[in-house]
């Protein structure tokens, strides 16, 4: 059997369906279908069955790891039984749990993690718009309302969100690099940590974190017969609603319309709950660390950083100034 690196893409696709047909045997599910549907991050496959449509995921533990991914399934079951959110919402196997590890396959090179979600109907809503943002606004806003009675069990580990580079090991600060990181930058970029991690710190100290969905943008999001569906719940951590919406705005924050974008994701949250940033300078402070977060990713893993912390750079500049 050919080596799972030497093959094409096409030839793993089918490695993992035929490893996603054997594992479907432990569902208590009689399978009409199956098809493949992305392979961006991860394989995902539908399924129609006798229970209804789902989607099939694979997670690799090196990218996504077991606590995590645990985390996740109980905080979608939480909020599919207790918010008006549409969420996808995790199935179990015949023994009970939501995730299948699959750690000895002849098809895959690696131990692999199996989920099995509700389909999310829809078309996604990826414009940019003043009505998506105020889905959006509703959305997060009954997520957070949700999550703030979110009551996990004692082994429930996810992300903290409670430092301006939690997500990767810091380098932009500290690499030496005159090309990349000259010294006008690097102040910069000093700043803007120190300034964001100040604002991150004094939103903990206020109110205990809840669970948020760190990752809000309008992809995330799906429209079906009126209704709003969200998902990727992947990047869940404990943080506070304001970094939240810090994210959900850094997308829109640099547009000439971003009032329009403000006003319409502000009455769609406040549609469910209280506003909770107490200021502009609270928001642009929380946008710097999703700018932080990003150009400490775009370093780590080389991902054009000449292009990138040229225009992240002067995103500071605008929010410092």
């Known amino acids: 059997m050919k080596d799972f690196e030497s093959l094409t893409s096409r030839g793993r696709i089918q490695r993992y369906r035929r490893v996603l047909i054997e594992t479907l045997g432990t569902y208590p599910l009689e399978i009409d279908s199956v098809s493949f549907v992305s392979d961006n991050s991860r394989p995902v496959f539908r399924i129609n069955s ?31 039984e207790h918010s008006p959110l549409y969420v996808e919402t995790p199935f179990a196997n015949t023994e009970g749990e939501y995730i299948t590890k699959i750690e000895e396959s002849r098809w895959l090179p690696e131990t692999a993690h199996f ?26 806003a009954e997520l957070h309302k949700a999550s703030a009675d979110f009551k996990p069990t004692h082994d429930f580990s996810i992300l903290r969100n409670d430092r301006v580079f939690y997500w990767d090991e810091e380098v932009i600060l500290s690499r030496k690099d005159p090309n ?30 809840i669970v948020i969905h760190n990752d809000p943008h309008p992809c995330n999001l799906k429209i079906h017969h009126g209704k709003i569906y969200m998902y990727d719940f992947e990047d869940i951590a404990y943080g506070r609603p304001e970094q939240d919406i810090g994210t959900a705005l ?9 009032s329009l974008f403000y006003d319409s994701f502000r009455s769609g949250y406040e549609a469910i709950q209280p506003w909770p940033i107490a200021s502009d300078q609270q928001l642009d ?17 080389d991902i054009n950083p000449t292009e990138n912390l040229s225009e992240f750079e002067s995103n500071l500049e605008v929010l410092l100034s």
Not at 115 to 140: D, E, M
Not at 180 to 198: D, F, K, M, T, W
């Open 50 to 80: 006798d229970q209804g449509i789902f989607a099939a995921k694979f997670h690799i533990p090196s990218e996504h790891n077991y606590a995590q991914l645990k985390g996740e399934m109980q905080f979608l079951k939480h909020i599919s």
């Open 115 to 140: 989920i099995l979600i509700s389909w999310v109907p829809g078309r996604q809503l990826r414009a940019l718009s003043t009505r998506s943002y105020r889905y959006l606004g509703t959305s997060v």
């Open 180 to 209: 990349l990181l000259p010294p006008r930058r690097q102040e910069c970029l000093r700043i803007g940590a120190s300034v964001s991690q100040h604002a991150i710190n004094q939103a903990w100290h206020d109110c205990p974190p």
């Open 250 to 258: 850094y997308h829109v924050r640099f547009r000439d319309d971003f």
């Open 285 to 301: 402070a929380l946008i710097m660390a999703r700018i932080m977060m990003f150009a400490n990713y775009v370093m780590n893993y």
